[in-house]
Nanobody, 114 residues
Framework: QVQLVESGGGSVQPGGSLRLSCTAS????????MSWYRQFPGKERNLVAT???????NYTGSVKGRFTISRDNALNTVYLQMNDLKPDDTAVYYC????????WGQGTQVTVSS
C-alpha cells in the first residue's frame, strides 16, 4: 500500500533553515508529481510546492525564493528546503501524492519562534 513518511520538522528561530523529507513506498515514485502542503492551526491545508515527474516545480507566492522542493527518485524521497523561515511559516507540513485517490503523509510540525 502507499505510504508517505515525513521527517525533518522541528523548532527554529526566525531566519533559520530546515529541510523536510518525505519517503514514499508502494508505488512507482518517479512517475508521479509530489507536493508539500501546510496547515495553520484551525485552517485548511494549503498547497506550498509541487514537483512534477520531469522535475518542473511550482510554488505558492509566499514561499517563492525561500523554499525549494526537490526529489531523489533513486531514494523515493521528496524534500522541502526551507530557508529564511518566518513565524508565519509555523504550521504542520504534509507530503502528498496528488491524484485520485491522493495520499497524505502523517505530517511534521514546523515551529518558527524566537
Amino acid at each position: 500500500q502507499v505510504q508517505l513518511v515525513e521527517s525533518g520538522g522541528g523548532s527554529v528561530q526566525p531566519g533559520g533553515s530546515l529541510r523536510l523529507s518525505c519517503t514514499a513506498s508502494g508505488f512507482t515514485f518517479r512517475l508521479f508529481p509530489m507536493s508539500w502542503y501546510r496547515q495553520f492551526p484551525g485552517k485548511e491545508r494549503n498547497l506550498v510546492a509541487t514537483i512534477f515527474a520531469e522535475g518542473h516545480t511550482n510554488y505558492t507566492g509566499s514561499v517563492k525564493g525561500r523554499f525549494t522542493i526537490s526529489r531523489d527518485n533513486a531514494l523515493n524521497t521528496v524534500y522541502l528546503q526551507m530557508n529564511d523561515l518566518k513565524p508565519d511559516d509555523t504550521a504542520v507540513y504534509y507530503c502528498r501524492r496528488p491524484g485520485y485517490p491522493g495520499y497524505w503523509g502523517q505530517g511534521t510540525q514546523v515551529t518558527v519562534s524566537s
